[in-house]
């Protein structure tokens, strides 16, 4: 059973950077699907890039051309490297795993969190105007 725990968050100007990990122990992610997720309060969580067990990463269209998802399988790390940040990208960030692989958020349909069954903490991201 994966643990997952997020590190990274931080607070930035508009237009500034931040890189996001995911640490995964008690399994190895090269067998899983990887996704990251934004949430700010009284919406619903949305999941902003997935990356599928052979590398393929794909994302939200709120991200595209910003965000990198990546991950190093030796290393049993997921990034998610953010560039171009807004006040709009504040909010919670979580990663997640899961052995079946949803469709790729470049189908459009996005994902659901019942899409995947581990969890991290999460961590903030503040992006100041």
């Known amino acids: 059973r994966p643990q997952l725990m997020e590190s990274g968050g931080g607070s930035v100007q508009t237009g500034g950077s931040l890189r996001l990990s995911c640490a995964v122990s008690g399994a190895s992610i090269a067998y899983y699907a990887m996704s990251w997720w934004h949430e700010v309060p009284l919406e619903e969580r949305e999941g902003v890039a997935l990356i599928e067990p052979d590398g393929s990463p794909s994302y939200a269209d709120s991200v595209k051309g910003r965000f990198t998802i990546s991950k190093d399988n030796s290393k049993n790390t997921l990034y998610l490297e953010m560039t171009g940040l807004k006040p709009e990208d504040t909010g919670m960030y979580y990663c997640?795993?899961?052995?079946?692989?949803?469709?790729?958020?470049?189908?459009?349909?996005?994902?659901?969190?019942?899409?995947?069954?581990?969890w991290g903490q999460g961590t903030q991201v503040t992006v100041s105007p």
């Open positions: 997640a795993a899961d052995l079946d692989t949803p469709p790729s958020l470049d189908e459009g349909v996005g994902m659901a969190q019942a899409d995947f069954s581990f």
